[in-house]
């Protein structure tokens, strides 16, 4: 069983930046990892994805702001998120798929607001 905890998140103006980080309690090589984020009221969508190979996708809303990416030798996913919106405000979710079982994180709450 893998462990996630999620940290960086925070309160940041509109147009400011934050980077998100998901440490696993173990490895996390030949896992694929995903970022998700739930605003209030709403249901939790994905926002970005990292293969175990290194293949990247993402959600329309956040082409060209947000960046993922991995270090397997930290067991860490990252998200950089830049040109913040008040519409990112959510609570922001790591999720590991190892084969069929997927790993949670508890979330960190992101705030875009002047």
């Known amino acids: 069983q893998v462990q996630l905890v999620e940290s960086g998140g925070g309160l940041v103006q509109p147009g400011g930046s934050l980077r998100l980080s998901c440490a696993a309690s173990?490895?996390?090589?030949?896992?694929?990892l995903h970022w998700y984020r739930q605003a209030p009221g709403k249901q939790r969508v994905l926002v970005a994805g990292i293969t175990s190979g290194g293949s990247t996708y993402y959600a329309d809303s956040v082409k060209g702001r947000f960046t993922i990416s991995r270090d397997n030798g930290k067991n860490t996913v990252y998200l950089q998120m830049n040109s913040l919106k008040p519409e990112d405000t959510a609570v922001y979710y790591c999720k590991a798929q190892v084969l069929l079982a997927g790993y949670w994180g508890q979330g960190t709450q992101v705030t875009v607001s002047s």
């Open positions: 173990g490895s996390i090589s030949s896992a694929n």
